[in-house]
């Protein structure tokens, strides 16, 4: 989908040429205008995907203060005829006075014309994510239809059954949800993102424990001792795979989320934690916990670096301030946890007994 439809509720008092010439300089692909009643007009702009956002930090600067004002954002598949392709937001050389520049680089948030054509907008990976950030039925379906599906895979040594329950992934969204929830300052995503990850966690692991004091659970089995051997590599695995999750929830690539959910997966090692406590094999389940908790690290700190990369930031100044905080808070914990776990599998792996001799 290259273009979006911006359709705005805008009162008429804020309406001016002003306005419509800045909109002009964002090579606005269609733009017209309807009235409507109350001293209102409703404004349809067709533009690229690419520079949505830009667009819509304007209009949320300069209208978002007066009542009635309202956007409404639609994906289009097509135009007809195909516009041009996309040049720069300013033009390499231009007559306008300082100061307009000036004006114009405030209401694109600092923007450069690499970061828009780099991602979708702020809001529509805001409105993605947080749809999958919260409780319902359907995700503790999930949780219950993954756990158990990883479970029977792991205890029959099922490689193919084990991709199913990976590509289930009902974990993978609340962290992806945490982490822009870290770097817009937003506590009620971050809430919401947090209460859904426990509840998922706390589902699956009471029914592995379950399935692991009452069945028999083989610790020889290929598939489930694998995921008790954590290394260094599964660190750097889950990091990339995160960074490439995380891009693509950005750039709305959401084939490519279904190799990352089978690279870092979270439920196979949370339930070969919960078959392996269940039956009374601590050891061998501590590396499953080792394995599922080095993922959720990284997938957090992965997701909250590439946000950041990709200049994904709130535009309220208030809020600025607030994110800045959130991020060097989650920054902190999430790293001197990474630091944590790869002491925890270099002392699990003996590299400090080495050492010592």
């Known amino acids: 989908m290259a273009y979006r439809l911006i359709i705005a509720t805008i009162p008429l008092e804020k309406w001016d040429n002003n306005m419509e010439s800045l909109l002009k300089r964002y090579d606005v692909l269609s733009m017209w205008r309807a ?3 109350d001293d209102q007009m409703i404004l349809n702009i067709l533009i690229r995907r690419e520079k949505t956002e830009a667009i819509l930090n304007l209009l949320q600067r300069y209208c978002s203060d007066v009542e009635g004002f309202r956007v409404i954002l639609v994906p289009v598949e097509a135009s007809i005829p195909i516009p041009p392709a996309p040049v720069r937001i300013l033009p390499e050389e231009t007559d306008e006075k300082e100061e307009d520049t000036f004006i ?3 209401l694109v948030d600092r923007l450069g014309s690499k970061e828009l054509v780099d ?17 319902s039925k359907v995700f503790i379906v999930m949780i219950v239809l993954s756990a158990l599906v990883a479970a029977i895979g792991v205890l029959n040594n099922n490689v193919a059954v084990i991709i199913g329950a990976m590509v289930i992934a009902p974990l993978f ?3 992806m949800a945490l982490a822009l929830a870290t770097v817009l ?9 947090l209460k859904t990850n ?4 706390i589902t699956a692991l009471v029914i592995s424990m379950m399935l692991g004091f009452f069945s028999e659970v083989d610790p020889t089995i290929p598939e489930l001792f694998l995921r008790t051997n954590v290394g260094v590599g599964s660190v750097t695995l889950a990091l990339s795979s995160g960074i490439v999750g995380a891009l693509a929830f950005t750039r709305g690539f959401r084939t490519t989320l279904v190799g990352v959910m089978v690279a870092v997966a979270l439920v196979p090692p949370l339930v070969t934690f919960g078959l392996l406590f269940g039956s009374g094999n601590y050891f061998l389940a501590s590396g499953a916990l080792l394995l599922f908790l080095v993922n959720l690290v990284c997938i957090n700190l992965a997701g909250v670096i590439t946000f950041l990369t990709q200049r994904i930031r709130p535009i309220i100044p208030d809020k600025l301030e607030k994110a800045r905080r959130m991020t060097n808070t989650a920054l902190f914990i999430w790293i001197f946890l990474l630091i944590l776990f790869v002491v925890l599998i270099f002392q699990r792996r003996g590299v400090f007994d080495v050492v010592r001799l």
């Open 35 to 37: 009235d409507s009643p």
């Open 185 to 193: 300052g937003d506590k009620e995503l971050a809430f919401n993102a």
């Open 119 to 135: 991602r979708l907008s702020r809001q529509e990976i805001y409105a993605d994510i947080s749809d999958i950030s919260r409780v």
């Open 173 to 175: 969204g609340p962290n």
């Open 104 to 106: 114009l680089e405030e």
């Open 198 to 201: 426990f509840t998922g966690i």
